[in-house]
């Protein structure tokens, strides 16, 4: 098990970052929210899980260790994989989940891309009691770092990176700009959660 990877960031993609650990470049799969807070050439640490699959070994990483632990109980949860849990983590936070299950809230859970009506119910179901309670305040509330001007980028970057076609990203990332132009500094992980809300409510 490889608990973290610790090292500067020698390149970024819509869904990887790989980070340098003792001259090997590691591929990790990160979600949007978790790529915004990397810059190439800095030093970086991330929280990492490990899947092993018959034909492949994926490293997943996140910002802290209560993310990864999400992730992994995330799919205990029958019918979901990596990909959905990691996409689930994009659209919430783990506080926001935790309120999610505790509330029985399934809008806020087919919120997020490949998860219907009966999908929520099962996870409702089968996390209740077990994600426990939101741990601190700012829960629902994004992570990620302020990027200024480069928000619109990344954000594209990142909607592109969870399957969206280019004029959806487009359409996404216009009906966010009003909020990212009242904010100081934008944030990325929290305007990642808008734009999937209106992608959603289009679909």
């Known amino acids: 098990m490889i608990a973290f990877v ?3 960031v020698a390149a970024l993609a819509p869904d ?3 980070i340098e650990v003792g001259g090997v470049g590691m591929a990790v799969s990160c979600a949007p929210n978790t790529l915004a807070t990397l810059r190439i050439g800095q030093p970086a640490k991330l929280a990492t899980s490990l899947v092993v699959r018959e034909d492949s070994l994926t490293l997943y990483g996140f910002c802290d260790d209560d993310e990864r632990q999400v992730f ?3 799919q205990t949860v029958s019918g979901v994989g990596p990909r959905l849990a990691q996409t689930m983590l994009a659209v ?5 989940l935790r309120l999610a299950v505790a509330s029985g809230d399934e809008k806020a859970l087919t919120a997020v891309p490949g998860i219907g009506k009966k999908g929520a119910q099962r996870l409702l179901l089968e996390l209740k009691d077990r994600l426990g309670e939101p741990l601190g305040p700012g829960a629902g509330q994004g ?3 302020p990027v200024g001007n480069s928000w619109n980028a990344q954000l594209h970057a990142a909607l592109l990176g969870l399957g969206y076609a ?3 990203a487009d359409e996404a990332v216009a009906a966010v700009t009003p909020q990212a132009e009242a904010a100081a500094e934008p944030n990325v ?3 990642l959660r808008a ?3 209106t992608l959603n409510r289009t679909r």
């Open 6 to 8: 610790s090292g500067p």
């Open 16 to 18: 990887t970052a790989v």
């Open 72 to 74: 992994e109980l995330l």
């Open 92 to 96: 919430h936070t783990p506080d926001a």
């Open 143 to 145: 992570i990620g770092s």
């Open 166 to 168: 280019t004029r959806e």
């Open 189 to 191: 992980g929290v305007l």
């Open 195 to 197: 734009a999937l809300q």
